[in-house]
């Protein structure tokens, strides 16, 4: 079994080793974990049995695929210390936004994989865009997608789509939460009902509609619930006359274009 190595165990390499463990993928003595606050890497490792490493270039030295989760800013920095142990024979998967291929490639010699994980791997489900670097072979790529596969779906992408395509994945479970809020909100406000209430039915709605959907497409859940000429119909039309210009706005918002 591949030997996995991760540096930075934050918000996202935390939760992929809580991912990876709990979902049988990978041995907890098949990983190795460093990061720059002792404690942290400490801790982790006693709540799912991983290995600590001393520092980065042990981590790095000691593994066949290393998942960089430091925050963009970093990433040169630890490369550039990592440039003995990271040898051709690595691969090296960088979980950072905005990072291009391109870099990566000139600032390491091992093979790069670019991964945008989510949040919802942590229950393992969701998305996880995958985009392998030139000198990535068949072989990393059945053992990166496996890896990913096993706490998500994971999704070959190209470089160029990450950008937006992040938005419905590792952006989304903030978007849709957003959303439920919202809805909860105008139930309280239109409705006179109870802001604890509404909010339990919307989250136990959500939730529902997370199985149904598994097993249906939009379109069809959609017509299952809005009978001809019912009130659910009447809701619906007004998101589809209103939510194209939100829509719309919040994704040119998050991909910083101009209104
Ligand atoms: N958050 C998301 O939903 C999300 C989604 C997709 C991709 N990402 C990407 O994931 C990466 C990590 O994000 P995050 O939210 O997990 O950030 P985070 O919680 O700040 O985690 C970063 C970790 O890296 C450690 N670190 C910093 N410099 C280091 C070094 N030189 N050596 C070893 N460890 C070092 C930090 O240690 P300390 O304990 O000392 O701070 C921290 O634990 C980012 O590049 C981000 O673009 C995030």
Known sequence: MAQIGIIGTGSMGGMLVRSF??????????????????????????????RCGRDNR?????????????????????????????????????????VL???????????????IPALTSEVLKGASLVAFGERATEEDRETVLALLNAIGRAVEVEERDIEALTLLTSCGP???????????AAAVRQGGVRPDLAKLLVKE???????????????????RVATPGGVTEKGVAVIRERGPGMFDGMMRAALGKKE
């Open 58 to 98: 042990e981590v790095a030295g000691g593994a066949d695929v290393v998942f960089l989760c430091v925050r963009p800013s970093e990433v040169r920095g630890v490369l550039c210390e990592l440039r003995d142990e990271l040898s051709p024979e690595k691969v090296l998967v960088s979980i950072a936004a905005g």
């Open 21 to 50: 463990v709990g979902s049988g993928a990978v041995r907890p003595d098949a990983i190795v974990a460093s990061n720059r606050t002792a404690a942290k890497r400490r801790a982790l490792a006693a709540e799912t049995g991983i």
């Open 174 to 184: 903030a978007f849709v939460a957003a959303l439920m809020e919202e809805m909860a």
């Open 101 to 115: 291929l391109e870099d990566l490639q000139a600032w390491t010699e091992a093979r790069v994989v670019r991964v």
């Open 205 to 223: 709605t959500l939730m529902g509609t997370a199985g149904l959907i598994e097993e249906s497409d939009f379109g069809r859940l959609i017509a």
